[in-house]
Nanobody
Framework: QVQLVESGGGSVQPGGSLRLSCAASGSKFSELSTSWFRQAPGKQRELVASVTIGGVITYAESVRGRFTISRDDAKNTVYLEMNSLKPEDTGVYYC?????????????WGQGTQVTVSS
């Protein structure tokens, strides 16, 4: 079973930057995509950004132009560079990896990393 380990969360002031990492290990199946989700207190988990194995990238409208998702396949790691952070970016950020595990698609989640944006 693949394991995902997130790192890079923390506390920053508005306007600051953070870079999150999601390192995958132990996978025996083909990756389809890796995504970052976030969940603020009292709110539903929402998609922040996603990158497919082919390099197709999707962003939530709320982070477009401020966040950048990228991948280093040699390191089995996906990054989320977050700039111009706002208080509304606060939440627990989760990495999700979608794999093709025949005969179906399977999604695996990391444990989450806290991001707090506050003055």
């Amino acid at each position: 079973q693949v394991q995902l380990v997130e790192s890079g969360g923390g506390s920053v002031q508005p306007g600051g930057s953070l870079r999150l990492s999601c390192a995958a290990s132990g996978s025996k199946f083909s990756e389809l995509s890796t995504s970052w989700f976030r969940q603020a207190p009292g709110k539903q988990r929402e998609l922040v950004a996603s990158v497919t194995i082919g390099g197709v990238i999707t962003y939530a409208e709320s982070v477009r132009g401020r966040f950048t998702i990228s991948r280093d396949d040699a390191k089995n790691t996906v990054y989320l560079e977050m700039n111009s952070l706002k208080p509304e970016d606060t939440g627990v950020y989760y990495c999700q990896r979608a794999e093709w595990q025949p005969p179906s698609r399977t999604e695996v989640w990391g444990q989450g990393t806290q991001v707090t944006v506050s003055s």
